[in-house]
């Protein structure tokens, strides 16, 4: 079993800039991707981008070139650097790792 826990969240205009974190515990030994996934209100929850660790890194168009996803201590610590934030970015920010694994979300809010 894994447990995920997300941190970084908050209030920030447009334009500005934020960092989520995820670290992960429990069994963690097998984990090869962790990701992020989003969900705004009123909407479906979608991908944002995940890496493998191969290190290997892959986005959705909506982020790509401004978000960078990395991580730390492998299978451990993930990060979501979210930079030129836009108010569309406005949702809950959810860990993931594959297929069903998921943290409790961290509300990222962009102001216009």
């Known amino acids: 079993q894994v447990q995920l826990v997300e941190s970084g969240g908050g209030l920030v205009q447009a334009g500005g800039s934020l960092r989520l974190s995820c670290a992960a515990s429990?069994?963690?030994?097998?984990?090869?991707?962790m990701g992020w996934y989003r969900q705004a209100p009123g909407k479906l929850r979608e991908y944002v981008a995940h890496?493998?660790?191969?290190?290997?890194?892959y986005y959705a168009d909506s982020v790509k070139g401004r978000f960078t996803i990395s991580s730390e201590n492998a299978r451990n610590t993930v990060y979501l650097q979210m930079n030129s934030l836009k108010p569309e970015d406005t949702a809950v920010y959810y860990c993931?790792?594959?297929?069903?694994?998921w943290g409790k979300g961290s509300q990222v809010i962009v102001s216009s």
């Open positions: 993931w790792i594959p297929p069903a694994t």
């Open positions: 429990g069994s963690t030994r097998h984990i090869n991707t």
């Open positions: 890496i493998e660790f191969s290190y290997n890194t």
